[in-house]
T-cell receptor
């Protein structure tokens, strides 16, 4: 079955630094991969989607890369701020049109 | 943008009580909705797929008689946890898929269920 691993449960960085989160997956070749942000006690909020034919996607201070050979996606937040503190989830579709499968998430803490 | 409203946001009740959670798509129609459960420091785990006008599809290991799903209209899906017990305490989240296959899902804000 499809497995998604986000190798760091927690990441602590200082304000202004770049946070890099990793997502690895197995047993599947997804057409696209998504990243979500989840705050405590809230539902996930969509951030970025990257397709298999895209190497990189950017949105403001966020950047996502997708390496289908390594079966890995990297999620970067540049010039991080305390407000970026949250849990970040990587997600894939098991099959087209079905529900998402999520990693456990990486909880990012940005200290000022 | 598309909004999914989930209610209630927090429920505390006694063991043996049945609890209903509502999930509404506010500005679009959703023929399909997904119900997830999330335990502390764990990933969202899909419980079932709710289909308007037909039976829900449950994931392996999820008791369909305990977690009743009804999707009676294009804007409302409900999850009823019947005879809830402390081990059912969790964070329940619904979502609706995007219009097209490669679009993100829209999530409700979740329901924190605590069974005493």
């Amino acid at each position: 079955s499809q497995k998604i691993e986000q190798n760091s449960e927690a990441l602590n960085i200082q304000e202004g630094k770049t946070a890099t989160l990793t997502c690895n997956y197995t047993n599947y070749s997804p057409a696209y991969l998504q990243w979500y942000r989840q705050d405590p006690g809230r539902g996930p909020v969509f951030l970025l989607l990257i397709r298999e034919n895209e190497k990189e996607k950017r949105k403001e201070r966020l950047k996502v890369t997708f390496d289908t050979t390594l079966k890995q996606s990297l999620f970067h937040i540049t010039a991080s701020q305390p407000a970026d503190s949250a849990t970040y989830l990587c997600a894939l579709h098991r099959q087209a049109g079905t529900a998402l499968i999520f990693g456990k998430g990486t909880t990012l803490s940005v200290s000022s | 943008g598309a909004v999914v409203s989930q209610h209630p946001s927090w429920v505390i009740c006694k063991s043996g009580t049945s609890v209903k959670i509502e999930c509404r798509s506010l500005d679009f129609q959703a023929t399909t909705m997904f119900w997830y459960r999330q335990f502390p420091k764990q990933s969202l785990m899909l419980m079932a797929t709710s289909n308007e006008g037909s039976k829900a599809t449950y994931e392996q290991g999820v008791e369909k008689d305990k977690f009743l799903i009804n999707h009676a209209s294009l804007t409302l899906s409900t999850l009823t946890v019947t005879s809830a017990h402390p081990e059912d305490s969790s964070f329940y989240i619904c979502s609706a898929p995007g219009t097209f296959e490669n679009q993100p899902q829209h999530f409700g804000d979740g329901t924190r269920l605590s069974i005493l």
